[in-house]
């Protein structure tokens, strides 16, 4: 295949990817990596690389969008990200310590589990229950507009949310992988956010990690520059599509969406951890 | 649920959407201009993806970037562009740390400076 024509193919992959990346809060790189090593042949190395620049090119395309609607949620953001960030240290610390097929099996159940649980959560129902005390006090509670309303929401168990956070930066420092999919879950599942304001407020954040761990896919090669140009400009296109589109879709559709995507990652992960053990 | 007007995001936060959707075109125009030149100078000839072969821009050899940039090279301006890229998340927080100094909000001004030290390291490592 000539370099136009492979040229031509990534863009299309890379659009989907930045579509689906958008839409669950994922990032670019669940479809950009099995996508480019399993379907083109792509080194791993090359695809991890180009994977960054997915996440960062979907984070990116749809924060736009999604500010201006008010998904964003800024102080969650930040906040979470500081847990992040201390997990992602301790992953790197730990690193050589920790049995990575064990983790990615591990992982691997809890999003299968996830899945399904998110599944059974239907639309956007309201969560029972006091908001928490801590997350009252730090301002995190906000609203936004959805089907013409202004809804009003509040945060739950701030506590267990930055622990998944703190385990989420964990796994990106240990395998570069799977936070979006947890800050997602945490949001979504603990901290009771409406589904478009976890998804919104996670492809925020995904950006800001991606581009911690940038540097290094740079500075090691990892980052192709023929491989990362089309991933860049198709993921971009397609982010800003998928944010025009979660605007306006109910929140069922994209949960939906959101456990397939999770579900495949999962099997994905418990492949790779079997293939690790044996 | 309330009907009230439309919730206003913010100044701080409409400039990160401004400042985030006007960097991701600019920076696309770049990685476009360098993909096309990319193209035009490999002539057509597929190029081997499969075997890695080591040979990054990397962050300490920026001098050698901005020569390939200033020469043209198809591969040095994708990857100008790509740090661009990279750059945007860290003037995100930067313009979120605004917000935060603003309204006198100390403790997510705290919080952004500690996220933009460890993005500021995490690309110098």
């Given at each position: 295949m000539s370099l136009a024509w492979f040229t031509l193919v990534v863009l299309a992959v890379a659009f989907l990817a930045g579509l689906l990346g958008s839409l669950t809060g994922l990032g670019g790189g669940v479809v950009i990596t099995p996508a480019l090593v399993?379907?083109?042949?792509?080194n791993f190395r090359y695809a991890a690389g180009a994977s960054i620049i997915a996440v960062l090119a979907t984070s990116s395309a749809a924060a736009p969008r999604f500010m201006r609607e008010g998904l964003t949620n800024l102080r969650i953001a930040l906040f979470l990200e500081l847990g992040a960030v201390a997990g992602a240290i301790g992953g790197a610390i730990v690193a050589s310590l920790i049995p990575i097929a064990a983790i990615l099996g591990i992982f691997a159940i809890v999003l299968l589990y996830s899945a399904i649980d998110s599944l059974k959560a239907g639309g956007n129902a309201r969560p029972s229950g006091a908001p928490d005390p801590l997350a009252e006090r730090l301002g995190m509670a906000g609203s936004f507009e959805e089907n013409g309303a202004l809804r009003s929401y509040s945060v739950r168990r701030l506590g267990a949310g930055t622990g998944v956070l703190v385990v989420a930066g964990l796994l990106s420092g240990l395998l570069g992988i799977g936070s979006g999919a947890l800050k997602v879950l945490a949001m979504d599942?603990?901290?009771?956010?409406?589904y478009k304001i976890s998804t919104a407020t996670s492809n925020f954040m995904i950006g800001i990690t991606a581009a911690a761990g940038a540097g290094v896919y740079f500075d090691r090669g990892y980052v192709s520059a023929s491989l990362a140009a089309p991933v860049m400009i198709g993921s971009l296109a397609g982010a800003y599509v998928g944010a025009n589109v979660l605007v306006r879709a109910p929140s069922r559709s994209l949960r939906i969406v959101f456990a397939v995507v999770v579900a495949l990652l999962g099997c994905d992960m418990l492949y790779g951890a079997i293939r690790g053990i044996a | 649920m309330s009907e009230e007007k439309?919730?206003?995001?913010g100044g701080s936060q409409r400039l990160i959407a401004r400042l985030s959707y006007f960097g991701v075109l600019a920076i696309a125009l770049v990685v476009a201009i360098g993909e096309a030149i990319n193209l035009a100078a490999s002539g057509g000839a597929p190029e081997d993806f499969a075997t890695f072969v080591p040979r990054g821009f990397g962050l300490t050899r920026l001098g050698s970037l901005f020569a390939g940039v200033r020469a043209l090279s198809g591969k040095a301006v994708i990857v100008f562009g790509l740090l661009l890229l990279v750059g945007l998340q860290i003037a995100k927080v930067g313009t979120s740390a605004r917000l935060f100094v603003r309204g006198k909000d100390r403790f997510y001004l705290v919080a952004s400076a500690v996220i933009l030290a460890g993005l500021i390291a995490g690309l110098a490592t």
């Open positions: 399993l379907l083109f042949g792509v599942r603990l901290m009771k956010l409406p | 439309k919730p206003d995001p």
